[in-house]
């Protein structure tokens, strides 16, 4: 035998390579939980039950309003369907929406603010 041989170092090298393989796709699917939670945004309810049983509801609002920016910062969520469902959220706790968000009435507009 005359050692490995070209053969047998292409293989070594090809099982280095699927080994660093194995690792990069593994640490991708963090990633992907990442961006899951990034592009899927949930209102924190338990956090507004809890300002909401403490009496804040200020902060109540805030995490309310928090949460429609994030949803509609995304691009996945409809602007007048987030924008609706604020309202509704925000009347269970006696609050009302911000004055210059009710006369926005697109995405468009939004961005047109600043």
């Known amino acids: 035998m005359e050692g490995l041989g070209f053969v047998g170092i ?15 796709l593994w640490g991708m699917t963090n990633d992907v939980s990442k961006l899951r939670d990034l592009f899927t945004p949930k209102i924190s309810y338990f956090e507004i039950r809890k300002c909401i049983i403490v009496e804040d509801t ?15 910062s995304t691009g996945n969520y409809e602007f007048l369907t987030a924008k609706k469902e604020l309202e509704e959220n925000l009347k269970k706790i006696n609050e009302e929406i911000p004055e210059k968000l009710k006369n926005i009435n697109s995405y468009s507009e939004f961005n047109d603010l600043f």
């Open 10 to 24: 292409v293989i070594i090298v090809f099982g280095i390579l699927q080994i660093i393989l194995f690792f990069k």
């Open 58 to 72: 200020a902060k109540a609002k805030e995490i309310m309003i928090s949460s429609f920016f994030k949803k509609i």
